[in-house]
């Protein structure tokens, strides 16, 4: 979605309806200067495939208004497009803009609110809406998803009743980081296996006799 960081300044804002049938997809301010002495909010609509969309009802409300005074309605034309003049003050540091806009029903649309003119200055409001993609659902759920990700890596064998890892917890080596390692010395075999405060190691079978040898 594309949102003018300057309508932040002015206090205008984007919210969200999670139901929406019409999500907005840009909102571009137009100051004094580039609204060339026009002050409207511009309605842009377009379908699921970025064609114009016509026919569609759009909304502009205002805080404070009469409830026996409806909300400007106006249509789209054949180019996706309708138009509703503003004249309503906004103060820039109360950001008290009464304005806001949506399509067809505030149960179908985002809104978006606060717009109105910026000390009395002549400013257009472009907002851009089409139709809500759904999010798929997930294909697998979280557990799934971690499991997958586990299975992608190669997983170190724990012997957690091996010898060498009973003297390396005994002694606070914490964590192994290896599995079991053989090697020859002398023509003898043994094991070493290494963890993060030490290597631990012994003759095959004498596990009576395991070394450390500290980090």
């Avoid at 200067?33 to 026009?38: R, V």
């Avoid at 304005?99 to 649309?109: C, M, P, R, T």
């Amino acid at each position: 979605m594309q949102w003018d960081t300057r309508l932040d300044n002015l206090g205008v804002s984007y919210n969200p309806n999670s139901n929406a049938t019409w999500a907005l997809a840009a909102a571009v301010y137009q100051d004094d200067i580039e609204a060339q002495g026009n002050h409207i909010i511009l309605f842009t609509l377009q379908d699921d495939q970025g064609k114009p969309k016509s026919n569609v009802a759009c909304f502009v409300d205002w805080v404070g208004r009469d409830p026996g005074d409806p909300p400007t309605r106006v249509v789209t034309d054949s180019s996706g497009q309708a138009n509703v003049p503003i004249y309503a003050n906004l103060d820039i540091t109360k950001k008290n803009g009464p304005y806001f806009a949506y399509i067809e029903n505030q149960s179908k649309s985002d809104v978006v609110a606060g717009m109105g003119l910026p000390e009395h200055h002549h400013v257009n409001f472009l907002l851009t809406f089409a139709p809500k993609v759904a999010t798929p659902p997930p294909t697998q759920t979280a557990d799934e998803a971690a499991m997958a990700a586990a299975k992608s890596v190669p997983w170190m064998p724990v012997n957690n009743t091996g010898a060498l890892w009973k003297f390396a917890k005994a002694n606070n080596l914490q964590d192994q980081q290896t599995d079991e390692i053989n090697f020859t010395y002398n023509g003898e075999a043994y094991v070493a296996q290494v963890f993060n405060l030490g290597i631990v190691y012994a003759k095959k079978g004498d596990w009576g006799n395991i070394k450390v040898i500290r980090k």
